[in-house]
Each structure stands twice: as C-alpha cells, then as structure tokens.
C-alpha cells in the first residue's frame, strides 16, 4: 500500500460546478497536509495548507483533513477554466514531503 | 524576489551517459530538495540538503547523486542514463530543514525535462 493514495482522474467538469478533490493515506505521523496545483509545463504551487484535522477556507478553495479516517478533501467552489491544472496533495511530519500522484482537472467553459 | 530557477530546462541524452542538473534556489532559503516527477510514480523524493550537507534520502540508486555549495545552490547529478530515468526533475526550496515540527513551506521551480533516448 502506498503512503498517499489519489485517483489520477482526469477529472471534467463545467464551469461553475463544485469540485471534490481527495487523498488518503497510511501514514499516522503525517500532521501537515497540503495541496499544490501545478499547470502543465511549470512546477506545483502551494494552495493551501492545514495543521491536523479540520477544516480551512481561502476564496473559492476548501481543505479538509479528517485524520480519523485518514482522508483529506480539496473543494473548489465556482470552478473556472483557469482552475484546469493538476492538483497533487501532499502531507509531513517529521519527514519529507509525501505526495500523491495528482489528479487532473478539466474545467469546460 | 526571484523565484527558485532549474537549468537547463530541457534536456536530451542517451543511454549510458550521466548528465547535471542546476538549481538556484529562493535569496535566503538554506534547504534544497530534488523530486523525480514521472506519469507512473508521480513526484517522489529525491534528496535534500541544508547548508551544504544531505539531510534526508529518498529511495533512488546510487547513480542519483547530489551536492550543495556555500551559496546554497544546488546541484544533482545523474550517472550512466537509463531509458527509466527520463522525467521531470523538481528542485524546491525553503528556508528550513523538513524533520522538524513545524511548517515549513517548499517552493518549487519549472523543473529539468530529462528525455533519455
């Protein structure tokens, strides 16, 4: 069993719509988990980053780590066709960067 | 600020020949880490260094190998190419060390495209 697990996708939906992005994971010590957007050609950029369980907002974006269940969540709510790009999440504790594989998105105006 | 810069951005080598790979990382971070970023495994670690000596490994042979200097420049090198090696190769930056318990926020480069034929 992999660290981090993610569906690759690709992933498409119309502009406007609510997206579900998730990972899970086996590994308890993780207490740091991110996610990273990266457009195609350039190298992923930090969108978002929590501490332990909860949940936490920036614009349009939503993360949530359930650690409980090991399962972590991306919305993007108001999808545009410049949210295509490939999300990877990624998570730490005492130990490098662990990513998923990425799921790739496809917003359709 | 400037952002953290790979050169070359794209490479072509065949089998059997080794090739370098540079990364400048952001003014005042001290840790440098390298990814290999492929469709099947996806980014995987590689190494990381902070000040001039290599904090953590990945699981990478031996041919994978890496340095840093004074000015916290990096470098990975990468010795008698195989077809498995052609990849996107990531250098992030950041002003710590992972290993420890606090945040600590990477920042990533475009990358090397290593295309080994």
């Known amino acids: 069993q992999k660290e981090v697990e993610q569906d690759p996708g690709p992933l498409s939906v119309p502009e406007g719509a609510i997206v579900s992005l998730n990972c899970t994971y086996s590994n308890s010590a993780f207490q740091y988990f991110m996610w990273y957007r990266q457009y195609s050609r350039k190298g992923p950029e930090l969108l978002m980053y929590?501490?332990?369980?909860g949940n936490k907002e920036d614009g349009r974006f939503t993360a949530q780590v359930d650690k409980s269940s090991k399962y972590i969540s991306l919305f993007i709510r108001d999808s545009q066709p410049s949210d295509s790009a490939t999300y990877l999440c990624a998570m730490t504790g005492n130990t490098p960067l662990v990513f998923g594989k990425g799921t790739r998105l496809s917003v359709i105006a | 600020k400037a952002g953290v810069t790979q050169t070359p951005r794209y490479l072509i080598k065949t089998r059997g020949q080794q090739v370098t790979l540079s990364c400048s990382p952001i003014?005042?971070?001290?840790?440098v880490s390298w990814y290999q970023q492929t469709p099947g495994q996806g980014l995987q670690f590689l190494f990381e260094y902070f000040s001039e000596t290599q904090r953590n490994k990945g699981n990478f042979p031996g041919r994978f190998s890496g340095r840093q200097f004074s000015n916290s420049r990096s470098e990975m090198n990468v010795s008698t190419l195989e077809l498995g090696d052609s990849a996107l190769y990531l250098c992030?930056?950041?002003?710590?060390?992972?290993?420890?318990?606090?945040?600590?926020?990477?920042?990533f480069g475009p990358g090397t495209r290593l295309t080994v034929l």
């Open positions: 003014s005042g971070h001290r840790s």
């Open positions: 929590t501490y332990s369980s």
């Open positions: 992030a930056s950041s002003l710590a060390a992972s290993g420890r318990a606090t945040y600590n926020e990477q920042f």
